[in-house]
């Protein structure tokens, strides 16, 4: 299981696995709790690269980044370490 520190969000950490290039069992500590349970479920199996290309460079209010932002930063660096 990978985890991840977040940085400029309301989140503190993400976990989550990498399975055959599939992203597994995300989960957010911290942040909207309802909301991240959604996204996790709804990249649940997706491939890796297809869920970076999504969820990049969106940003939560007037901040540059956003929990989202930060799983593809996570994903990203769980990438060049495999």
Known sequence: MYEYKTKGTCSQKIFFDIEDGKV???EFLGGCNGNLKGIAALIEGMDVDAVIE???GIRCGM???SCP?????????AKENI
């Not at 932002?69 to 660096?77: E, G, P, S, T």
């Open 24 to 26: 597994k069992n995300v």
């Open 63 to 65: 901040k540059s980044t």
């Open 69 to 77: 932002d930060q799983l593809a930063k996570a994903l990203k660096q």
């Open 54 to 56: 999504r969820v990049e």
